[in-house]
């Protein structure tokens, strides 16, 4: 039996994301993004009716502020009082899971995608979703990205503007592109 792109791409394998199944859950994405950072926001809410109904999971007290970008929004899973601030953007290829009461800046991005080393495989569409696991009670600076595959512990804290390529533990602070520990 042939695997879907979807289906590789949930199982963690290359898929082509040229593909006429992704682009429609794409759209669809797009127009819940759409209607959320629309929206005035006493009539959002926290999250947007749509939005909501597309995430893996939204705990509750879980705020996305406007405007707000994900690829997919199935594979993001937010627990009890999560805050997204404005302009985050999160390629959700792989699960993104962001523990309870962890805060992520304006313009923090998550990155699950990697394409294909090999520019024709690049050419045609080949990558892989690496997940992305934030624990409880994070702190991500505004501007910061952190890459597919990359976990971090709980109580951790990200500086402003820094790249995290690599896991970073518990109760640590790590800043700098490449992110590295401090004090």
């Given at each position: 039996m042939t695997k879907s792109e979807r289906q590789k791409m949930a199982a963690g394998e290359w898929y082509n994301c040229v593909d006429p199944e992704l682009d429609a859950l794409r759209l669809m994405a797009s127009e819940?993004?759409?209607?959320?950072?629309?929206?005035?926001?006493?009539?959002?809410?926290?999250?947007?009716?749509?939005?909501?109904?597309l995430l893996g999971s939204a705990g509750e007290g879980a705020r996305i502020e406007a405007p707000f970008h994900c690829a997919y929004g199935f594979n993001l899973f937010l627990e009890e009082?999560?805050?997204?601030?404005?302009?985050?953007?999160?390629?959700?290829?792989?699960?993104?899971?962001?523990?309870?009461?962890?805060?992520?800046?304006?313009?923090v991005q998550i990155y699950c995608p990697e394409h294909h080393k090999r520019p024709a495989e690049r050419r045609a569409g080949l990558?892989?979703?690496?997940?992305?696991?934030?624990?409880?009670?994070?702190?991500?600076?505004?501007?910061?990205?952190?890459?597919?595959?990359?976990?971090?512990?709980?109580n951790a804290i990200i500086g402003a503007?820094?790249?995290?390529?690599?896991?970073?533990?518990?109760?640590?602070?790590?800043v700098g592109s490449p992110a590295r520990p401090v004090g």
């Open positions: 819940a993004v759409f209607e959320h950072s629309s929206l005035p926001p006493r009539q959002r809410g926290n999250i947007a009716r749509a939005l909501r109904a009082g999560v805050f997204l601030n404005a302009f985050c953007t999160i390629l959700d290829t792989a699960a993104v899971r962001i523990g309870k009461a962890s805060m992520l800046g304006p313009h990558e892989i979703g690496r997940p992305v696991t934030i624990g409880e009670n994070v702190w991500v600076g505004g501007g910061a990205i952190i890459l597919g595959g990359v976990a971090i512990g709980n503007g820094s790249v995290v390529t690599r896991d970073v533990p518990t109760g640590a602070t790590v």
